[in-house]
């Protein structure tokens, strides 16, 4: 049986000792997530826990909160984009870091073209993947989603571009 270290979390959520400022150092990337919901509406939202998973096939995981709606648009075979911010941000981490309202058009002022999945593709991203829903895992207040990537765009030139990076200074909230 593993001993309880003095820094564990509480299944309450709270921290105690070093958990939420040494997980909130775990860099991550800053994506923003594009789904549709199979009817002609689309949303987006900023993703910072995308991952890769496997290179043959190509997937990537991404953890969305359950509280979001696109949940409920998001089954087997759903496609999705998953555009990468690049540094320095074009706006975008701020525009969908706000977060969208069923209904609303999240995609108002922002550059886009149409992906082959029929979902945009920011134009002001590093580059974007298009995919399809693999798979879903239950992850306690998140759902991962394994994405198996059809196809790739750059929209800018990834050897002279960085990918926006995100460090937390809490790990247990945004």
């Known amino acids: 049986m593993a001993r309880k270290s003095s820094s564990s979390v509480e299944s309450s959520g709270e921290s105690s000792g070093e958990v939420a400022p040494v997980l909130g150092r775990i ?22 826990w995308v991952q890769q998973a496997s ?69 002001n991203s590093l580059a974007s993947l298009e995919g399809i829903v693999a798979d879903k895992l239950e992850s306690g207040d998140h759902l991962i989603y394994l994405i198996t990537i059809t196809s790739a765009r750059s929209h800018q030139p990834l050897d002279s571009t960085e990918p926006y990076v995100h460090i937390r200074k809490n790990g247990l909230n945004y």
């Not at 860099?27 to 997530?33: Q, Y």
């Open 55 to 123: 290179f043959d096939p190509p997937q990537v995981t991404v953890a969305v909160n359950k509280s979001r709606f696109l949940t409920d648009w998001l089954s087997d075979d759903s496609p999705v984009t998953i555009n990468q911010v690049p540094k320095p941000d074009a706006g975008l981490f701020k525009h969908f870091g706000r977060g969208f309202e069923p209904g609303v058009d999240a995609f108002s002022g922002v550059p886009t073209m149409p992906g082959e999945n029929g979902l945009p593709l920011l134009t």
């Open 27 to 48: 860099p991550s990337g800053a994506f923003i997530l594009v789904v549709g919901d199979g009817n002609g509406r689309t949303t987006g939202m900023l993703a910072s």
